[in-house]
C-alpha cells in the first residue's frame, strides 16, 4: 500500500461568515489546517495534497514543505474536491486518505488506528463514524438489517426517519484509488444542495465498505461555525492544560489559563489565573505567572516571577521580577536577577544580571550594565522626531528619579544622575551627572504675599467675608 492523503480545504466556510478561509482560523494558536495535517505524524504517507479554492494564496503560504496543492475553481461539493485532489497525487499512490480541513481534534492515533483497520479488511473504502447525542447537520450514515453500510444522507437530505439515525459521518476515508476514481465517475448531484457529495462514493463501490468507529466523538468535530470553533478551542485548551499539569505545572484554576499548542513549561511553575501564553513561549522552572499576564513568543528563565504584564518576543532571565502593570516589548533582554517593574515600559533594551528598573520608566533602545539601578519616573528618549538612537547606561551607575536620558547618550561605570536631570551629554565612569536649575529660598514670603494681598484689598474698598 503506498498512500496519499488529501486533505479537502476549497470551501469558503460560509457559516463561519468570516473574510478569513475557515481552515485558517486558529485555534491555540494554530490555522485549523495545520492541526489536520498534523493528525498524519503517525503514517507514512508518501505524499499529501491540500485542495484549495476559497483563499488559496492565503492557505498554500501556511502550508508545510513537502504538501502541494490543487485548485478547486468552483466548490461544486466534496465528492468533486476530491477527485480534484486525488488528480494531483503522484500514479504511485494506490491507496487515499481522505480528510477534510475542518475537523481539527482528530488525533494521530485515530489516523494510525484508521489506516491499519483499512488495510487488514482488504475493504475498498472504510469511513470514520462516530455516535453522537444530537446529529445536527453531520451526514448520517445509513446501514441494512446486517448492519453493512449503504451509504451516508445528509442532514439536509434526510427524511425525519433518518434524521433519527445518531451515527455519524466523520467526513475522515480510506479508499482503494482505483475504486474511487471509477465510483466518483458515477456520482451526481441531485441533493438539497445541487453538490457532488463524497460519501455518495459508497454505494457505487458495493459491499466492501468498512467502518472505523471512533468511540471519541470530541475527535471528529467539524467546524462549521464559529460556534463549533469555540467548542474546539475548549476542548483543546482543557487537552493542553491537562498535559502541563500532568507534568508537574500547578495551575489552580485551570479554565482560567489560555494556552498556545506549542508553549512549554517547567516543572513547579505555577500559572495562576488570567493567564495567555502563546506562540511559542517557554517558561522555567519554579515560576509564578500571573495573574493576570499575556506572554507571547518569549522566554522565561527558571524561578522567575511575572504579574499582571504583557511580554511579547522577549528574554527574561532566571530569577527576576517583572510588574505588577509592566509592558515589555520586543527585543528585551531581562538577565539574571534582573527586574523591571511596576509601570514600566521597555524595548529593544538589554538589562544587565541584578539591574532594576522598579518603577514609572520607559527604558527603549537602551542598554543597562550589571547592578545598575534605575530610578523612577526615569525616560530614555530614543526619538528625536526622525530617527532612534541609544542609550547606554554602564555598571552600577544609580540614576536619581525622573531623569530624561536624551540618546544617543552614554553613561560610564559607576556614574550617578541628579534627580531630575535632562542628560544630553557623556557622563565618564565614576562620576555625577546634574543638570537642572539650582533651588532658590525666598525666606518669609508667604507671610509677606498675605500682607500685600490685604493692603491692595483695604486701597479697593473691598473686603473680605
Ligand atoms: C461533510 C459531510 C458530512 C459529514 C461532515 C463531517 C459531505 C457532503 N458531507 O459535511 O457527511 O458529516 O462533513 O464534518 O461530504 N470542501 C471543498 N470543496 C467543496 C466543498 C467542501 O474543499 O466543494 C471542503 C470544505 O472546505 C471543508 C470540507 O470539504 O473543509 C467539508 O465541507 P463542509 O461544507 O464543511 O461539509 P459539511 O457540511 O461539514
Ligand atoms: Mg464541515
Redesign the pocket.
Known sequence: MILGAVV??????TRMKSALP??LHPLAGRPMIAWVLGSLAGVEVSHTVV?V??GADAVAALLPDGVSTQV?Q????????TAVGVAGLPEHCDTVLVL????PLISPALITGLVAAHQSSGNTATMVTTVVSDAG???RVLRDAAGVVTG?V?ARDASAHEREIHE????IFMFDRASLNAALAQVGSSNA?G?V???DVLPAMGTSIGTFVSDDPDV?L?V?TRVDLATCETILQSRLRKALMLAGVTIPDPTAVYLDADVQVGRDTVLLAGVHLRARTVIGQDCVIGPNCVIEASAVGDGAHVINAVVRASQIGPGTSVGPYAFVRPGTELATGGKIGTFVETKNARIGARAKVPHLSYIGDAEIGEDTNIGAGNITANYDGFRKHRTTIGARVKTGSDCVLVAPVTIGDDAMTGAGSIITDPIPSGALGIARARQSVIEDFTRRAAAKARAASDDSGGHQV
Do not use: M, R
Request: with cysteine; glycine share 22%.
Open positions: 479537502l480545504a476549497a470551501g469558503l466556510g475557515k481552515v485542495v479554492g476559497h478547486q468552483t466548490q461544486l461539493g466534496t465528492g468533486h474536491a477534510c480541513g475542518d475537523t447537520s453531520y451526514g451516508v445528509e455519524i459521518n466523520a467526513g444542495q453538490e457529495y463524497l460519501p471528529v467539524g462549521n
